[in-house]
T-cell receptor, first 110, second 114 residues
Framework: LAKTTQPISMDSYEGQEVNITCSHNNIATNDYITWYQQFPSQGPRFIIQGYKTKVTNEVASLFIPADRKSSTLSLPRVSLSDTAVYYCLVQSGGSYIPTFGRGTSLIVHP | DAGVIQSPRHEVTEMGQEVTLRCKPISGHNSLFWYRQTMMRGLELLIYFNNNVPIDDSGMPEDRFSAKMPNASFSTLKIQPSEPRDSAVYFC????????????FGPGTRLTVL
């Protein structure tokens, strides 16, 4: 399974764009990159998933370079309610063991 | 759909007591996961089931922990005897049986062992 590395914490301010980068140097051909968001006192929830290039939905964008050894979750114009822990996962084809780890704790300040 | 349901939401018990956590997955989902979350270790996978069968329990800390899934709509995680170091938030999640599919998490059970 590909191991992921992401910053432990980040700080931002309301209205700014936030980019959280995750490293997954040994990602395999069949692996997908998935991001989850966890608010305090709640379980994680799926945000976005991608294989390569760029994926965008109503919550975030996911940028994956050609070598796929890293990915960047982009949150446009964050608000206080985006304060949460963000997890980067590499999901392997045929494997049912996702690893969440400690994620990145994002704090958005007024 | 009500989502993944867990009970109880909070549990306070004394060391040595048996604790049973319950989970009802989303109807139609055939994979179920139990996680434990602490500040020190983050979110750890304890065990997961596929079609009611335990597939991987390598994350279960020790013999004091056991999990069952008697049918597609119910699972339990039991700790016997409980210890203070078991204090954590325990999450249950379910998904369709495909390794790429998103997991839907329940609200969690906050366990405190005194």
């Amino acid at each position: 399974l590909a191991k992921t590395t992401q910053p432990i914490s980040m700080d931002s301010y309301e209205g700014q764009e936030v980019n959280i980068t995750c490293s997954h140097n040994n990602i395999a051909t069949n692996d997908y990159i998935t991001w989850y968001q966890q608010f305090p006192s709640q379980g994680p929830r799926f945000i976005i998933q991608g294989y390569k290039t760029k994926v965008t939905n109503e919550v975030a964008s996911l940028f994956i370079p050609a070598d796929r050894k890293s990915s960047t979750l982009s949150l446009p114009r964050v608000s206080l309610s985006d304060t949460a822990v963000y997890y980067c996962l590499v999901q392997s084809g045929g494997s049912y063991i996702p690893t969440f780890g400690r994620g990145t704790s994002l704090i958005v300040h007024p | 759909d009500a989502g993944v349901i867990q009970s109880p939401r909070h549990e306070v018990t004394e060391m040595g007591q048996e604790v049973t956590l319950r989970c009802k997955p989303i109807s139609g989902h055939n994979s179920l996961f139990w996680y434990r979350q602490t500040m020190m270790r983050g979110l750890e996978l304890l065990i997961y089931f596929n079609n009611n069968v335990p597939i991987d329990d390598s994350g279960m800390p020790e013999d004091r922990f056991s999990a069952k899934m008697p049918n597609a709509s119910f699972s339990t995680l039991k700790i016997q005897p409980s210890e203070p170091r078991d204090s954590a938030v325990y999450f249950c999640a379910s998904s369709l049986s495909n390794s790429y599919n998103e997991q839907f998490f329940g609200p969690g059970t906050r366990l405190t062992v005194l």
